[in-house]
């Protein structure tokens, strides 16, 4: 379920896995436009669902496709992402004892 106040990185974790599910029940294929969104929607908590209403202006009713509702989304939580705050985290960011070095790539990716 998608929560308010989800990160971009755990969006990009989450859509990953909706992707996945998506393929897995051939969402595309299956189902029309509206099928497509509402049943993305079904995912969203309802504080997430009013955020989407009231700030992005997407509804159930929404004319958009599934991509352009997940661009939209993508594209917000994007914005609410401080940039300097990840150049500073990137910066800072050093490997800590006993730390794989596996482990300390992918952390260094998802910053």
Not at 31 to 41: E, I, M, P, S
Not at 83 to 103: C, H, Y
Request: proline residues 2%.
């Amino acid at each position: 379920m998608i929560e308010d106040g989800i990160t971009f990185k755990e969006w990009k974790q989450w859509l990953a896995t909706w992707k996945n599910y998506a393929k897995v029940t051939e969402l595309e294929k299956q189902c029309d436009r509206g099928k497509q969104v509402a049943t993305f929607l079904s995912y969203c908590k309802r504080e997430f669902l009013s955020k989407l209403h009231h700030i992005l202006g997407i509804t159930e009713s929404t004319p958009k496709t599934l991509d352009e509702v997940i661009n939209d989304i993508q594209g917000y939580l994007r914005s609410q992402q401080n940039i300097m705050v990840d150049r500073w985290k990137l910066l800072r960011r050093t490997q800590a004892p006993g730390e794989s070095f596996d482990d300390y790539l992918v952390d260094l990716k998802d910053i």
